[in-house]
């Protein structure tokens, strides 16, 4: 993830947030945050956008061990602990919980009906069942979405045009429950071009090695690598 993308990312979630933040800001209550991230707070990406992300707050005049306490938690790439740490970040009873990818904010969405959840990393919102609609997502949950499936067309479109002879197109994907709405958006895209898709799954980074196995033994011309691998 690019320098640029972090700052998209904390500045959504920050923004998400503002009108919240501002309307208690005169108080002297210290606010109580919640992060909860699919992926490892020690990686140089998860770092930089905690470090964007506190820095924005900061700027609003919320500042981490003054007036905030910032609560995180990390799966780790373990999406089944996720439901374990977003109950440990409610009942610490935060303001509001921060959720990074999908199985973090359906983790956060089933924790909790009240409590606001800003959402950031998921691809389609309204057919994951997250919100109602993008003009009025109702209930507790509001954020940004990448709408990464609206490229799939056109970047399939790329890889054909820069590998014509390719034929049999690997589509690489994780255990996110992402991963098979928009794994059909592929299959649908690649059909219309005369591309035969082989999806392959791997769940943990740990299964990335066979992943790659796998697409030896089936021949794969190029690798198709969804929004959702990480997530």
């Not at 969405?109 to 919102?125: E, K």
């Not at 035969?196 to 943990?204: K, L, Y």
Request: charged share 20%; aromatic share 6%; hydrophobic share 45%.
């Amino acid at each position: 993830m690019r320098r640029r993308d972090v700052i998209t990312l904390a500045s959504g979630a920050t923004l998400a947030w503002l009108p919240f933040a501002r309307a208690q800001q005169s108080s002297h209550k210290v606010w109580r945050l919640a992060f909860l991230n699919t992926d490892s707070w020690e990686s140089e990406v998860q770092r930089a956008l905690f470090e964007v992300f506190r820095d924005e707050l900061q700027k609003l005049g919320y500042v981490d061990g003054k007036n905030l306490v910032i609560e995180r938690r990390a799966a780790e790439a373990h999406f089944e602990r996720l439901d374990q740490l977003a109950n440990e970040l409610i009942a610490l009873r935060p303001d509001v919980i921060v959720a990074v990818a999908t199985p973090a904010i359906a983790a956060a969405q089933r924790a909790t009906p009240t409590t606001p959840i800003v959402m950031w990393g998921v691809s389609d919102p309204v057919a994951l069942g997250f919100i109602k609609s993008l003009a009025h997502p109702g209930g507790n949950l509001t954020g940004v979405a990448s709408m990464f499936s609206d490229t799939f067309g056109k970047s399939l479109e790329l890889l054909h045009s820069i590998l014509p002879a390719a034929t049999r197109v690997d589509v690489l994907g994780s255990s996110s429950p992402t991963y098979k709405p928009q794994l059909k958006e592929a299959e649908a895209a690649a059909k219309t071009l005369g591309l035969v898709t082989i999806p392959i799954s791997a769940p943990s980074p740990d299964d990335l090695g066979h992943a790659f196995e796998t697409m030896v033994q089936e021949k794969c011309d190029a690798l198709f690598l969804l929004a959702v691998c990480r997530a």
